[in-house]
Every structure is written in C-alpha cells, then in structure tokens.
C-alpha cells in the first residue's frame, strides 16, 4: 500500500523526485568545474561548483524578483530588463565568492560555463538523441 502525501505525490515518487534533483544539480555543475577549472588555472573543485551551482540561480531569482519590483516603481514597465542585469551580475558574484576570482574571472566562468554546457549538450544529442533543454537548441 503505497500512502499519498499531497496531490497524489507518494512517499515513493517524492524519494524519485529528490534523487533525480540532485543527479540534476551533479549535471549541471560538471560544465561550471571545468569552466571555473579553465579560469582558476586548476585551483576549482567539484564542490566548489555545486555550491555556486546551488546558490546562483537562488541569488538570481531573488535578485530578479527584488530588483524588478524596485525598478518598476522607479521606472516602470522598462524595469525588467534592468533587473535581469543586476540578477546577471549578482549570479556572476556568486561565482566570484565561490571560486576566489575577480569579477573578470566570474564573468568568464559563467561565458566558459554557458558555452561548455551547449557543447556537451548538443555531443549528447549528436550521440544519443537526448538534449536536455531541448527548447533552447535546434535539433541535428
């Protein structure tokens, strides 16, 4: 017998659920290792880029968020793009604290980042026709 939590949502499915989250986040980190790798001559780790890879899109989420909703009273409909700027940079710092780089060295981990993950990206779709996110690139 298997006990529904909420919407139907299982122990089971939520025990699924976590674990593909984190195999997600192991994913989506290896890009930003080798990247900040690149950028640190060597001196990154795995566990550096799993924090920055946990706590960038947390800091530019609410970064957006705030920055959007200060912007529009300011300045109104325009407001949004402003903010995506500001979120930008406060993910780029992210990167800065936690690989120990200048501003320069954060932007470019998340440029080498960006680019290392299309690249693995689109060999994996080469190879075995799977590209995840599949939206954001034109199918071979």
């Known amino acids: 017998m298997s006990v529904s939590l909420i919407g139907g949502l299982t122990v089971t499915g939520l025990i699924l659920f976590v674990i593909g989250l984190i195999i997600i986040w ?13 950028v640190t001559a ?4 795995l566990s550096d880029a799993m924090v920055a890879t946990l706590f960038g899109p ?4 609410i970064t957006l ?5 200060f912007l529009g009273a300011l300045i109104g409909s325009g407001a949004y793009i402003g903010a995506l700027v500001i979120a930008f940079i406060a ?3 992210v ?8 501003w320069l060295g954060g932007l470019a981990i998340a440029i080498l980042a960006i680019l290392v993950f299309a690249t693995i990206t689109i ?18």
Request: no cysteine; charged share 10%.
């Open 95 to 102: 990167f800065r604290a936690s690989f120990g780089t200048s």
């Open 91 to 93: 993910w780029v710092g």
């Open 42 to 45: 060597g001196k990154s780790t």
């Open 58 to 61: 947390i800091v530019y989420a």
């Open 26 to 38: 192991i994913i989506v980190s290896i890009p930003v290792y080798l990247a900040a790798k690149v």
């Open 65 to 69: 968020f705030a920055a959007d909703f």
């Open 123 to 140: 060999i994996f779709e080469a190879l075995l026709g799977v590209m995840v996110p599949a939206p954001f690139f034109p199918r071979l």
